[in-house]
């Protein structure tokens, strides 16, 4: 539904935990929805309100590696306080164009030194403010063209790129290891879900590894660079436990595979992040807590750089 300038959104009917919803978003080339101002936030409440008011929907808003402090999943940016400032409040806006008339006479009235002059402007901003349907009749006009300056702005509303634009000191250390992507290898070390973020902020992905070529691409520079470390992918079993999927793309892992013997095992109840595992003598995949920090690959793809 073109809803909002800028951006189609897909309302769901089904119903999916937060982590899968996110899963079918990306797969269908989309991110659960950011919303960044209050026209954008009332164009979808307008929709959903009229369909169904008792029923919840998620959004890509989460503190995921961030405790307490909230982001929007799908552009990385951190949640705060709508902006009206991106288009306007219109009634507000009508509201202020009406109150001019008054403001001159209220102006007038700070320079009155008589009392009889000031019950005159007093009595005149009374009437101003009461003014009936004439009054109506102005700001209805002004609304109407307030409305169309409005309209003209957002037609030029560029649409959101979901940080697909790679930041220049990240892009001087993207290497070409397989054709179609190039990666970028951390010396940082963050969790999964921190990682993840720094890879869209500049907008990559963490890497999602679908060839055995492109498997022993990045294991050719960073076992020679240094095997005893550990690097996160973009792989997750979130919301379909012991079901790994890649959620840089939304595909599940099928076809080629690479986990290290008796892996992904889930030791502890709770590893849902997939990474290249310094323990494997072979970097081989294992699943691991995503709370703690490694080093981790992010990837994009030529065609968006």
């Not at 009508?94 to 320079?111: F, M, T, Y």
């Not at 102005?138 to 790679?166: D, F, H, M, W």
């Not at 889930?266 to 970097?283: D, K, M």
Request: glycine share 8%; charged share 25%.
């Amino acid at each position: 539904m073109p809803l909002f300038p800028g951006s189609k959104y897909y309302i769901s009917k089904e119903k999916m935990s937060w982590h899968l919803a996110g899963k079918f978003c990306k797969s269908n080339g989309m991110e659960l929805a950011s919303i960044e101002t209050e026209a954008e936030n009332n164009a979808l409440l307008d929709v959903i309100d009229d369909e169904n008011t008792k029923e919840f929907y998620w959004l890509s808003g989460s503190d995921l590696g961030s405790e307490g402090t909230f982001y929007w999943a799908g552009t990385v940016e951190e949640l705060g306080t709508l902006s009206p400032s991106s288009n306007c409040d219109v009634a507000a806006l009508g509201k202020a164009l009406c109150d001019q008339r008054i403001e001159v006479v209220e102006e007038k009235l700070k320079g009155v030194t008589t009392l009889m002059n000031q019950k005159l402007c007093e009595f005149q901003i009374k009437a101003l403010r009461e003014s009936g349907e004439q009054q109506k009749q102005i700001c209805e006009y002004r609304i109407k063209e307030a409305n169309q300056q409005i309209s003209n702005a957002l037609k030029t509303t560029q649409p959101r790129t979901y940080g697909r634009t790679v930041s220049e000191h990240v892009a001087s250390n993207l290497m070409p290891l397989f054709p179609g992507s190039k990666y970028y290898i951390s010396k940082e070390k963050m969790s999964w879900h921190l990682a993840s973020t720094f890879c869209k902020s500049n907008g990559m992905e963490l890497a999602s590894i679908e060839t055995e070529a492109e498997n022993n691409a990045i294991l050719g520079v960073i076992g020679n660079e240094n095997p005893k470390e550990s690097y996160w992918l973009s792989g997750s079993d979130y919301g379909s436990e012991g079901t790994f999927y890649w959620t840089g793309t939304g595909l599940k892992i099928s076809g080629f595979t690479y986990f290290e013997r008796r892996q992904p095992d889930n030791y502890g109840g709770n590893e849902h992040c997939l990474q290249f595992w310094s323990a494997s003598s072979t970097l081989a995949w294992n699943d691991h807590h995503c709370h703690l920090k490694f080093r981790f690959i992010c990837e994009v793809i030529e065609n968006v750089l």
